[in-house]
């Protein structure tokens, strides 16, 4: 296998400003650190050139969440869950990034980290009263490095907006004086695969830039035109998002069922549809 070229944290500053990141900004970051390395100083050298993009008035956003529903949440100590990467992993660690207090946490630095990561315990996870809908409203960017709109959870407060029919039931755990309490809750969740389908949307109106950063490609938007081009499409399609029922994904599945969409025989006996 050839080894690849080490990126410096320079070079990879140089890549996201020509990519259009916005200096004194807000960004959410999802990044793949398989995808962009190897760069110099591992995960903590993709964060700094992070920093370095946005600046001193900039503020730095990642996912933080532990996956964990039937174990408390503690900002301190809990890790992100694994699916999330060890970039994500690696911030909330570091000195003046704060994170939520709560299971579907995430972790920010600069001036308005307080601002996004401050709600109390948002149902659903991606209300307009969490850490996504803060930096939608604050007119942030969605930096989507070496991941698709897959991982995108903008997505999610686009679905919630639409106010689409399905929401299945979650829960997570968290401490009432002590004590882990059960919370029960709904969530707009499913797959996810078909959050792709954003990436031919944003294109076609020009608004999704897109380059390398180091090894890996990226996608940057602006989250209010991810959100107000999927709300469009969840207007005219409210599971424009769910895998059809002969994909066979029982996430998809699930959602449809939620919303009301049961399956029924067919004249052929023995088949369903929806």
Known sequence: MTQQNEWRTSEIV????ALGVKLGGVLLVHCSFR????VEGGPPGVIAALRAAIGPEGTLVMPSWSGLDDEPF??????????????ADTFWRLENVTRSDHPFAFAATGPLAARITSDS??????????????????????????????????????????????????HCTVL??????????????????NFNL?????????????GPVGHAQARLIRSRDIVRIASDRLARDPLVFLHPIEAGCEECDAARQSAGCA????SGGGQFKW
């Open 198 to 210: 954003a990436d031919a949307w944003l294109r076609r109106e020009g608004l999704q830039r897109e």
């Open 176 to 193: 009432d004086n002590g004590k882990p309490i059960r919370v029960d809750y709904r969530e707009n969740d499913h797959c996810c695969q």
């Open 263 to 266: 399956p029924r025989s067919t």
């Open 121 to 170: 315990l948002p149902l659903p996870p991606h209300a307009p009263a969490s850490p996504i809908g803060r930096i939608h409203e604050l007119d942030g960017q969605v930096l989507l490095l070496g991941v698709e709109h897959d991982s995108d959870t903008t997505l999610h407060l686009a679905e919630l907006i639409a106010k689409v029919p399905y929401g299945v039931p979650r």
């Open 74 to 87: 503690d900002p301190a100590a809990t890790p992100a869950t694994p699916d999330l990467g060890i970039v």
């Open 14 to 17: 140089d890549q996201l400003i």
């Open 35 to 38: 995808s962009v390395r190897p």
